[in-house]
Structure formats: structure tokens, C-alpha cells
């Protein structure tokens, strides 16, 4: 008889994955960053509830995690952008199936 799939514990890479997407911004973040680099002032004006300094400490998550990248570009004036990594481009592409989702049912 096999065990009931449900009764088993989530393996740590799901428990980890849920814990970071779950985290407050994180997807609008990366729904940001889906479309094309961006600069942090951009990021913070498309999603204008989010603090910078919240936007500060997800961004270096997001990045410590490997799913977005800075880049300095060195051109007059100096800017800094953030895009997604390839990691990042199939976790939002994850998202947008919840997002598909979100608009039929909720």
C-alpha cells in the first residue's frame, strides 16, 4: 500500500523555493525585471507601496540567491541596472503561470 503523498514532508528545495517567492515583494520584483533591465528607481516607481529601503533588502536576496543581477554600466552618467539571471527568467516564468492564474480566478 503506498503512503498518501500529502502525509510525506516537502522536501527542502520546495520548503526553501515557497519560503523565498512567499516572501512580501519578491514576485512583483521579478514580475519587474521580466520585461527588461532595470534601474532601481524604475523598480521602486512600478511598484510605488514598496520602501526603498524593503526594495534594498529584496533586491540583495533576489542577488545572493542568484536570481538578479547588477550591472554597473560605466557610460557618463555612471547607472546601475538589475536584471534577471537565466535562474531568474525561469522562476518568472513560474510566476506568470500564478499570475495567469490570479487573473481568471481571483
Keep these: 500500500m503506498t503512503e498518501d503523498i500529502r502525509n510525506k514532508p516537502l522536501c527542502q528545495q ?4 515557497y519560503h523565498l517567492i512567499g516572501k512580501k515583494w519578491m514576485g512583483l520584483i521579478i514580475h519587474s525585471l ?6 532601481f528607481s524604475e523598480i521602486h516607481a512600478s511598484i510605488p507601496s514598496l520602501s526603498k529601503r524593503m ?6 536576496e533576489l542577488e545572493d540567491y542568484g536570481i538578479v543581477i547588477r550591472n554597473v554600466i560605466t557610460d557618463r552618467p555612471v547607472r546601475t541596472e538589475y536584471s534577471l539571471t537565466r535562474k531568474g527568467i525561469e522562476l518568472g516564468r513560474a510566476l506568470q503561470t500564478v499570475e495567469d492564474w490570479a487573473v481568471k480566478w481571483l
Design 14 to 17: 520546495v520548503e526553501d523555493s
Design 34 to 39: 521580466m520585461e527588461e533591465p532595470r534601474r
Design 55 to 60: 526594495l534594498n533588502e529584496r533586491i540583495k
